[in-house]
């Protein structure tokens, strides 16, 4: 069984602060790492993911997550947000193993940018 | 192709009324995964779909939902006798099987049960 602790349900950041969402996870199985994020009125869509290789990866828009196994999390961060970031952010996992692509997530946080 | 589309957007029912929900994923993409999230949750595995065989449901998934996906093509959800504890957002998407393949969402459809 996995299961994703997101501890930050909202997060007020005044624009151009830097950001950290924390993500952490549980599972017995090796995993793949993801963050969605969702715009307000918009679906889900994916913001970066964690496969394999390198374990800081980026998304387009300036965030960036770092796998760490040992602690077994998956942190976002971002160096200076702006207003457009204001969305609900959403860790998730995926068995490797099992390959069906299934995701588990956690509860979401709820980034504010505060101008 | 325009990305999962779903049907209709809000739906409100009376409680004990049948719904049915439908997902048109990406056309080349052969899973199809439903989900349901609640308020202050993130979503919940539902089911899924490879192609036309439904391969895994979520204990979440009592006897008054069932899902299919006839050809491959489009899938519906149909929950029946519904309760009030069904109120939720509904959401449907689509991916190539490979491990680690980005899954990608429709816009759901938001149910309320009164």
């Known amino acids: 069984a996995q299961s994703v602790t997101q501890l930050d349900s909202q997060v007020p950041v005044f624009e151009e602060a830097p950001v950290e969402l924390r993500c952490n996870y549980s599972?017995?199985?090796?995993?793949?790492l993801f963050w969605y994020v969702q715009y307000p009125n918009q679906g889900l869509q994916l913001l970066l993911k964690?496969?394999?290789?390198?374990?800081l990866v980026e998304s387009i828009n300036g965030f960036e997550a770092e796998f760490n196994k040992s602690q077994t999390s998956f942190h976002l961060r971002k160096p200076s947000v702006h207003i457009s970031d204001t969305a609900e952010y959403f860790c998730?996992?995926?068995?490797?193993?099992?390959?069906?692509?299934?995701?588990?997530f956690g509860t979401g946080t709820r980034l504010t940018i505060i101008p | 192709d325009t990305g999962v589309s779903q049907d209709p957007r809000h739906k409100i029912t009376k409680r004990g009324q049948n719904v049915t929900f439908r997902c048109d994923p990406i056309?080349?993409?052969?899973?199809l995964y439903w989900y349901r999230q609640t308020l202050g949750q993130g979503p919940e595995f539902l089911t899924y779909?490879?192609?036309?065989?439904?391969?895994?449901k979520s204990r979440l998934l009592s006897d008054r939902f069932s899902a299919e996906r006839p050809k491959g093509s489009f899938s519906t959800l149909e929950i029946q006798r519904t309760e009030q504890g069904d109120s939720a957002m509904y959401l449907c998407?689509?991916?190539?099987?490979?491990?680690?393949?980005?899954?990608?969402f429709g816009q759901g459809t938001r149910l309320t049960v009164v």
């Open positions: 056309s080349e993409h052969n899973r």
């Open positions: 998407a689509s991916s190539l099987a490979h491990g680690g393949m980005e899954a990608f």
């Open positions: 964690y496969l394999s290789g390198s374990t």
């Open positions: 998730a996992v995926s068995d490797r193993d099992f390959g069906n692509e299934k995701l588990t």
């Open positions: 779909f490879q192609n036309e065989a439904q391969l895994e």
């Open positions: 599972s017995s199985v090796s995993v793949y």
